[in-house]
């Protein structure tokens, strides 16, 4: 699981979203961005710049600071999975959980 990443690691980013993949869900807005929690995030192409905070600066929004820089490569995974997972919908998520019970 490596490959060239162009941004530097931002630890402070990798933890804030993991926070938020541990309590919302994705919303697709386009097939490069996706809204998760009050956040925008760059998904276009995985896995270069996936996972990206879109506002690529340090700025206050809704009382919370945007990071620059990037997820770690095992959070980019994570990011990707959960996706996948959540622009499914329900009836295909059903069907797949019981595909792996039966």
């Known amino acids: ?6 941004e530097k ?3 402070n ?10 309590k919302n869900e994705f919303t697709v ?25 879109l506002e690529m600066k340090w700025i206050f929004d809704i009382g919370e600071i945007h990071y620059f820089g ?8 994570r990011i990707r999975q959960r996706y996948k997972w959540d622009k499914l ?8 959980r019981l595909n792996q019970i039966i």
């Open 70 to 77: 990037r997820p770690s490569r095992s959070t980019i995974w």
């Open 29 to 53: 807005k386009s097939d490069a961005r996706a809204l998760i929690g009050n956040y925008s995030v760059w998904i276009g192409n995985y896995p270069y710049y996936y996972g990206i905070d």
């Open 1 to 6: 699981m490596w490959w060239f990443m162009s």
């Open 89 to 96: 919908s329900k009836e295909d998520k059903r069907n797949l």
């Open 9 to 11: 690691y931002d630890k």
């Open 13 to 22: 980013w990798d933890k804030k979203i993991n926070e938020l993949l541990d």
